[in-house]
């Protein structure tokens, strides 16, 4: 429209053209002119009010063109911000946008430069750090300063509250962005543990990139998938009379169908208050145990506060009244310690204490409070950052404490493959604990694979024993020749087990074995992977 009333615009003024210019119009054509020209200006004010008003939060974000670049970047340590990256670029696309989906380290630093949009969704690990598909991008391209004027963006951060870095790289992220003259299109969003009106925040806001498709962006179901319930078969201890803390094999068992998952996958574990604390709780508030009947079943409301976080309790509140406001438990995460042909599904936790000498929500529900037999809610989650190296490539795993647990189902695959004929590649186990006495988890097995064959070479480090203190780094470095020759032979490295400590010093040690250029290639090669936590 726009076009087409300056195309007449100038068709009515060309008719003076043929006499020496300026010619006079007469009064009513001046009136005409004054017209277009006024139409000309509103719809000029039109189009900039609907598409050129600068970006801000929420629905004043302005939306992308079609043929605009829209990215949408990851940062992922456990796999839970790679789907929710993916999640938001299948929204974008059902609703008519072209995103493109990749990790950050996967990404030419060229696409921010060229400008228009970019989401990030982006996890914290350890100490603050960056997840390992970002590490080369924290390390080369946010030690730098961009011309990133032309950039627009978005930021989820994901994280953990009882972290002192709660969200730190996703807020290092946000801040270089903004330094390097990038315009946020709303502002920054923390997720903690997973929470959906943090997740249903951010659905809101990047469906304002795609104006009339809006709607169906923010309908999208985006929970959680419901947990499954599974049985706690069996629960002993691994590590009597170590000086740390017990650490129990826990065996559960599907109620139905066994599903299927990969050696590095994990479980999301729903975790509950044990029964004589919520009757407690229930009685010093002077609360009736009432039946709830509601739109999330029939149920006592002990039932459900075993399940959720509690709320300050109102005087004069009612069971109903006090249902209404519970929100759930946040989940705790665990690596899986087997595989589906070993018929369990297999974890190794270590009960945590609070600072107040209260059990840990997740350790203690699992390790103490719930009985044999007990219901078990729980959901498996895919870890494709962690999944196995080919059978027949060298395989170097290192880990501490129960971080043995995600390593050992990667030696239960390599068993697998072996008592099918297939060829595997030598597998090489380092680990680091305590006491060499007591805190060596699934020492029968690993001494039977050592037997078989399925393990090549075993190193153990262990911290508190007087003899030879030592870190499992340490035994790294004491194998610096050995470790040069297996990753000249196409060894692929798993690290497993806490990010503070012990693999901030496997990551030093490496580099310093190695160097900095090749860890760095071994991780854009996908041959060094890490579940810490």
């Keep these: 429209m726009l076009l087409v009333a300056l195309a007449a615009l100038a068709g009515w003024m060309l008719q003076w053209q043929p006499s020496p210019w300026p010619r006079q119009p007469a009064p009513t054509d001046r009136l005409v002119i004054a017209g277009a020209l006024l139409l000309s200006y509103l719809l000029c004010t039109a189009h900039w009010l609907r598409k050129g008003r600068s970006p801000g939060r929420g629905s004043d974000a302005q939306p992308a063109p079609a043929d605009a670049s829209l990215q949408v970047l990851y940062a992922s340590q456990t796999g839970f911000a790679r789907r929710l990256a993916e999640l938001s670029a299948a929204s974008l696309q059902d609703a008519g946008a072209t995103p493109v989906l990749s990790a950050?380290?996967?990404?030419?630093?060229?696409?921010?430069?060229?400008?228009?949009?970019?989401?990030?969704?982006?996890?914290?690990?350890?100490?603050?750090?960056?997840?390992?598909?970002?590490?080369?991008?924290?390390?080369?391209?946010?030690?730098?300063?961009?011309?990133?004027?032309?950039?627009?963006?978005?930021?989820?951060?994901?994280?953990?509250?009882?972290?002192?870095?709660?969200?730190?790289?996703?807020?290092?992220?946000?801040?270089?962005?903004?330094?390097?003259?990038?315009?946020?299109?709303?502002?920054?969003?923390?997720?903690?543990?997973?929470?959906?009106?943090?997740?249903?925040?951010?659905?809101?806001?990047?469906?304002?990139?795609?104006?009339?498709?809006?709607?169906?962006?923010?309908?999208?179901?985006?929970?959680?998938?419901?947990?499954?319930?599974?049985?706690?078969?069996?629960?002993?201890?691994?590590?009597?009379?170590?000086?740390?803390?017990?650490?129990?094999?826990?065996?559960?068992?599907?109620?139905?169908?066994?599903?299927?998952?990969?050696?590095?996958?994990?479980?999301?574990?729903?975790?509950?208050?044990?029964?004589?604390?919520?009757?407690?709780?229930?009685?010093?508030?002077?609360?009736?145990?009432?039946?709830?009947d509601d739109d999330l079943g029939r149920e006592r409301l002990s039932t459900r506060l075993a399940r959720s976080r509690w709320p300050e309790h109102r005087d004069g509140e009612g069971a109903a009244t006090l249902a209404a406001r519970l929100e759930p438990l946040p989940h705790r995460e665990y690596s899986i310690a087997s595989i589906p042909e070993d018929g369990d599904l297999r974890l190794l936790v270590r009960l945590a204490r609070r600072a107040d000498g209260g059990l840990g929500l997740g350790s203690g529900w699992l390790c103490m409070h719930a009985p044999l037999d007990a219901a078990i809610r729980l959901r498996i989650r895919s870890n494709p950052g962690f999944h196995p190296a080919p059978d027949d490539a060298p395989l170097v795993l290192i880990g501490n404490g129960t971080g043995i647990a995600g390593l050992r189902a990667h030696l239960a695959q390599r068993a697998l493959s072996t008592s099918h004929e297939t060829a595997i590649g030598r597998t090489w186990l380092l680990f680091g604990e305590r006491q060499q006495a007591h805190d060596v988890h699934y020492a029968d097995e690993l001494d039977a694979w050592s037997r078989d064959g399925v393990l090549?070479?075993?190193?153990?480090?262990?911290?508190?024993?007087?003899?030879?203190?030592?870190?499992?780094?340490?035994?790294?470095?004491?194998?610096?020749?050995?470790?040069?020759?297996?990753?000249?032979?196409?060894?692929?490295?798993?690290?497993?087990?806490?990010?503070?400590?012990?693999?901030?010093?496997?990551?030093?040690?490496?580099?310093?074995?190695?160097?900095?250029?090749?860890?760095?290639?071994?991780?854009?090669?996908?041959?060094?992977?890490?579940?810490?936590?």
């Design 104 to 292: 950050l380290d996967d990404m030419a630093p060229e696409r921010l430069d060229a400008g228009n949009v970019a989401l990030f969704i982006v996890s914290t690990t350890g100490e603050g750090d960056p997840p390992d598909n970002a590490l080369v991008f924290a390390a080369d391209i946010m030690s730098t300063t961009r011309d990133l004027t032309n950039l627009r963006y978005a930021v989820l951060a994901l994280g953990d509250r009882r972290y002192d870095h709660y969200c730190a790289f996703g807020h290092a992220l946000d801040e270089w962005l903004r330094r390097c003259g990038a315009t946020p299109m709303f502002d920054l969003i923390d997720v903690d543990n997973g929470d959906g009106g943090a997740l249903r925040r951010w659905q809101h806001d990047i469906a304002q990139l795609v104006g009339d498709a809006a709607a169906a962006i923010e309908a999208a179901d985006w929970a959680s998938p419901e947990y499954d319930t599974w049985t706690l078969v069996s629960r002993h201890e691994t590590n009597p009379g170590s000086v740390g803390a017990p650490a129990y094999d826990i065996r559960l068992r599907a109620q139905g169908t066994m599903p299927r998952w990969t050696a590095g996958d994990l479980v999301e574990i729903g975790p509950e208050h044990d029964a004589a604390t919520v009757a407690d709780w229930l009685r010093v508030r002077g609360i009736d145990d009432a039946m709830l």
């Design 456 to 533: 090549a070479r075993t190193d153990y480090a262990f911290s508190r024993d007087p003899d030879r203190p030592r870190y499992v780094q340490d035994a790294l470095r004491d194998s610096a020749d050995t470790l040069r020759t297996w990753i000249d032979e196409g060894a692929h490295l798993r690290v497993c087990g806490s990010a503070s400590g012990m693999a901030t010093g496997v990551d030093d040690a490496l580099r310093d074995i190695l160097g900095d250029a090749s860890v760095d290639a071994l991780r854009r090669d996908g041959r060094y992977r890490r579940d810490v936590y």
